[in-house]
């Protein structure tokens, strides 16, 4: 299985239901809710969400070399292989 | 103010404009406690599904409800974080496509 990370924020409906996803077909992910973090640790986070999604828009879900921007269930369980 | 009373309040303003509640109750009562977190932390209501600045100027754009909910409604049927939405997007009528974030790139700090 590959990695998991997101990039989320904490109020973010369509974050809520990716994790939410990922529970349910019992995939371990990591994430970073990014509206929580201060100062120079949400800067750097930030940078490194626009060289993944110019937009940095959220969520921002790394799967092994994909990046899916936004809830997509379908194109999510294909970079899983479900 | 808790969710339930936002959500009466507002239904009553935005329902004439043609703009509806999702009517997945849970999710809209989520998103309005959201706005409610957020108005505290800020001082407005800017959107829950984008990372605000913290500058009223630079957010103004995205203060709940946002300026791109108007194309978002007519070509979708939703606003980006499914909040609004249109009668035809509650009846399930239309497609329940994934609503692409449509703010410039370059308003993003």
Known sequence: MPKVKIYSLSTCSHCRAT??????????????????????ERKSIIEDIKKLN?????????????????????????ALGL | MDAQKL???LKKVQEPKGYYFNDDKK?????????IKNKERYGYMVCPCRL???DKE????????????ISDVEEFGSCYCNLYVSKEWNQGSIDKEYVPERRPPEKMF
């Open chain 1, 19 to 40: 994790k939410q996803f990922l529970s349910d077909c019992t995939v371990k992910y990591s994430f970073v809710d990014v509206d929580l973090l201060e100062g120079e």
């Open chain 2, 27 to 35: 999710r809209t009562l989520e998103l309005l406690e959201s706005l």
């Open chain 2, 58 to 69: 630079k957010d103004k754009d995205i203060i709940c409800p946002c300026e791109y909910r």
């Open chain 1, 54 to 78: 110019p937009r940095c828009s959220f969520p921002t879900i790394i799967i092994g070399d994909k990046v899916i921007v936004g809830y997509k269930e379908k194109e999510i369980k294909e």
């Open chain 2, 52 to 54: 605000a600045s913290g």
């Open chain 2, 7 to 9: 959500y009466e309040q």
